[in-house]
Protein backbone atom coordinates (compact mmCIF):
# COMPACT_ATOMS: atom_id res chain seq x y z
CA UNK A 1 0.00 0.00 0.00
CA UNK A 2 1.37 3.61 -1.18
CA UNK A 3 0.85 5.87 2.11
CA UNK A 4 2.74 9.11 0.73
CA UNK A 5 0.28 10.24 -1.80
CA UNK A 6 0.75 14.12 -2.58
CA UNK A 7 -2.07 15.98 -4.42
CA UNK A 8 -1.85 19.92 -4.32
CA UNK A 9 -4.34 21.89 -6.23
CA UNK A 10 -3.40 25.71 -7.42
CA UNK A 11 -4.45 28.65 -10.38
CA UNK A 12 -8.18 28.09 -9.43
CA UNK A 13 -10.53 30.31 -11.50
CA UNK A 14 -14.21 30.67 -10.59
CA UNK A 15 -16.57 32.29 -13.83
CA UNK A 16 -19.79 34.07 -12.73
CA UNK A 17 -21.13 33.84 -15.88
CA UNK A 18 -20.74 30.24 -16.91
CA UNK A 19 -20.42 29.06 -13.28
CA UNK A 20 -17.69 26.76 -13.60
CA UNK A 21 -14.50 26.29 -11.31
CA UNK A 22 -11.17 25.62 -13.07
CA UNK A 23 -8.65 24.56 -11.12
CA UNK A 24 -5.20 22.58 -11.78
CA UNK A 25 -3.92 19.54 -9.72
CA UNK A 26 -0.62 18.07 -9.34
CA UNK A 27 0.22 14.56 -8.07
CA UNK A 28 3.38 13.35 -7.46
CA UNK A 29 4.98 9.61 -7.73
CA UNK A 30 2.96 7.88 -5.44
CA UNK A 31 -0.15 9.06 -6.35
CA UNK A 32 0.32 8.28 -10.21
CA UNK A 33 1.08 4.97 -8.65
CA UNK A 34 -1.87 4.18 -6.90
CA UNK A 35 -3.79 5.20 -9.87
CA UNK A 36 -2.39 2.71 -11.86
CA UNK A 37 -2.89 0.14 -8.96
CA UNK A 38 -6.36 1.21 -8.93
CA UNK A 39 -6.69 0.54 -12.67
CA UNK A 40 -4.70 -2.56 -12.47
CA UNK A 41 -2.41 -1.33 -15.29
CA UNK A 42 0.93 0.04 -14.88
CA UNK A 43 1.23 0.87 -18.77
CA UNK A 44 -1.19 3.84 -18.58
CA UNK A 45 -0.30 7.52 -20.33
CA UNK A 46 -0.16 10.49 -18.41
CA UNK A 47 -3.39 11.51 -19.92
CA UNK A 48 -5.21 8.17 -19.08
CA UNK A 49 -4.17 8.97 -15.84
CA UNK A 50 -5.03 12.40 -15.68
CA UNK A 51 -8.61 11.22 -17.16
CA UNK A 52 -9.11 8.27 -14.21
CA UNK A 53 -8.13 11.18 -11.32
CA UNK A 54 -10.90 13.05 -12.89
CA UNK A 55 -13.34 10.01 -12.66
CA UNK A 56 -12.27 9.77 -9.37
CA UNK A 57 -12.84 13.07 -7.76
CA UNK A 58 -16.25 13.07 -9.55
CA UNK A 59 -17.02 9.78 -7.86
CA UNK A 60 -15.51 11.05 -4.40
CA UNK A 61 -17.92 13.80 -4.79
CA UNK A 62 -20.69 11.99 -5.34
CA UNK A 63 -20.20 9.67 -2.94
CA UNK A 64 -19.86 12.12 -0.25
CA UNK A 65 -22.85 13.95 -1.60
CA UNK A 66 -25.37 10.95 -1.52
CA UNK A 67 -23.84 10.44 2.54
CA UNK A 68 -25.49 13.01 4.09
CA UNK A 69 -25.37 16.31 2.68
CA UNK A 70 -27.93 15.97 0.09
CA UNK A 71 -29.32 19.34 -0.60
CA UNK A 72 -33.07 19.78 -1.13
CA UNK A 73 -34.24 21.67 -3.86
CA UNK A 74 -38.22 22.98 -3.56
CA UNK A 75 -39.08 24.69 -6.72
Same mark, same amino acid.
Not at 2 to 15: A, F, M, P, R
Not at 70 to 75: P, S, V
Given at each position: ? &????? &?????????????????????? =?????T?E???????????? &?????????? =???? =?? @????A???? @??
Open positions: M &ITNQK &IDVGDVEYSRLSHVLRFSVAAN =TDAIRIDICNRHDMSMEE &IAQEMGKLLE =TAIQ =TN @YHRGLRRK @YD
